[in-house]
């Protein structure tokens, strides 16, 4: 496989590698944001920071024309970085539930910031190629799902112009040099449920006189288990995750209370009341099981639907984006079961979302790989977002993220006598 033509640096790998070393938590992004909002300033940007906490606004105007917004998340995750790279995170940072540890771009938030950023250079040096307002969004804390929701409460709308179409990628593990895209449902909608269950504690030698919570928290784990396999049609999609158990202190006291986190992925709201539905009736039934005398608590942290692309705004840009890369280098990831809350931008805007994959692993892994299948069985063995090896090569990942976004935005804002 041979690489594209990367655009002008502009010092992105700089930035880049400055960014990853120095990643920042949810809510936390003030020296990133600072960072983003210099650069607009310094390219002629009307900048405005703190939107929804810690969100920065670009925007720049250049003649009469539509308003394209542009998309890049900023926040970093919770993460022992294991990459071994030169400029690996060793920072550290207190969450907001008081829990202090590693933080690491583990999932390539910072490359969606570099290369909006390189976008924003070349769009702003080059007036002439396009007509219209730019608006670009530095959004926060996309990892707990509510940045956007920020942003918009804070007024996003109302203080800057309402786009025609929101655009935005999120960089993957298959080659760099080639991007994803698929109309209609992209990404999962998610659903964070915290559940509280209540016991009795006392000593561990004398179990009997306890409601054992650590017991019930098992039960209801593996219970849970039964929801996709058991009251999920086969046709469904849904993904039910316990991720954290939380209960005692001690090995011989059994504690009065335990906590399950759990992480919950549909792409159907129908599928996604289902869950939801059986998710309470097991925690209630376990307890009652367990002869709990308090009734358990079941919590939704927070949610967003699934991102869903609009299918003329996704067939623009499959040509657009066949006409920067050639043939062959485009192609329909299918339905992607992480999630993204960049829908809720383009939801409250009312426009059409368009949102794609960009390649970030070595083109070299690949070589020899003549065929999607072959592609995607390598990018198996790599690892991907969220794991503390996940390492984007640097290029052509950012030279193909900045070309791409210079590319959809310029679909939006063509220059005048341009369709």
């Known amino acids: 496989m041979t690489s594209p033509a990367s655009v002008d640096d502009n010092g992105l790998a700089e930035v880049y590698r400055d960014l990853h070393e120095h990643p920042e938590l949810s809510f936390q992004e003030t020296r990133t944001a600072a960072i983003v909002a210099a650069r ?3 390219l002629g940007f009307e900048t405005t920071a703190g939107v929804g906490g810690t969100g920065v606004v670009g925007i720049l105007q250049n003649g009469a ?3 394209a917004l542009l ?3 900023m926040d970093a995750l919770p993460v022992q970085e294991q990459t071994g790279l030169s400029y690996a995170s060793t920072a550290r940072a207190t969450d907001a539930d008081g829990i202090d540890g590693p933080v690491m771009h583990a999932c390539g938030h910072d490359v969606h910031v570099t290369c909006l950023l390189g976008a924003c250079a070349e769009l702003s040096a080059k007036l002439s190629t396009w007509s219209g307002t730019l608006m670009v ?4 804390a996309e990892e707990l799902g509510k940045g956007a929701q920020a942003m918009i409460a804070d007024g996003l709308y109302e203080r800057f112009p309402i786009p025609a179409v929101v655009l935005g990628q999120h960089v993957a593990p298959f080659p760099a ?4 895209l698929r109309t209609g449902v992209a990404f999962a909608g998610v659903d964070s449920v915290r559940i509280t269950l209540y016991g009795r504690g006392g000593h561990g030698s004398r179990p009997e006189v306890t409601i054992d919570p650590v017991v019930m928290a098992a039960s209801t784990v593996m219970r849970l288990q039964t929801i996709v396999s058991r009251k999920i049609a086969g046709t469904d999609m849904a993904v039910v995750t316990v991720g954290v158990i939380r209960a005692g202190t001690k090995e011989n006291i059994i504690p009065d209370d335990a906590e399950l986190l759990l992480s919950i992925r549909t792409f159907d709201s129908d599928v996604r009341t289902q869950v939801l539905d059986a998710i309470k009736r097991i925690v209630a039934g376990e307890a009652l099981a367990a ?10 942290v927070h949610g967003f639907p699934a991102v869903v692309n609009d299918g003329p705004a996704i067939s623009r840009l499959r040509s657009a984006f066949t006409n920067l890369l050639g043939d062959g280098r485009i192609f329909d990831p299918g339905v992607v079961t992480g999630s993204e809350d960049v829908g809720l931008l383009a939801e409250a805007a009312g426009a059409p979302c368009a949102f794609w994959l960009l390649g970030g692993s070595d083109p070299l892994l690949f070589e020899g790989a003549s065929t999607a299948d072959e592609i995607t069985e390598i990018t198996k063995g790599l690892p991907s977002n ?3 090896h996940y390492a984007p090569v640097i290029e052509p ?3 193909t993220g900045v070309a791409a976004l210079v590319t959809a935005a310029r679909t939006w804002l063509p220059a005048p006598g341009q369709s």
Do not use: I, K, M, N
């Open 137 to 140: 969004v530095f959004q926060p």
């Open 291 to 300: 002869g709990a005398t308090r009734e358990p608590e079941v919590e939704l």
């Open 397 to 399: 990942t950012l030279g």
């Open 65 to 67: 024309g539509a308003t």
């Open 177 to 180: 040099g080639f991007l994803a």
């Open 71 to 73: 998309r890049a998340d």
């Open 386 to 388: 969220h794991s503390p």
């Open 40 to 42: 607009l300033v310094e």
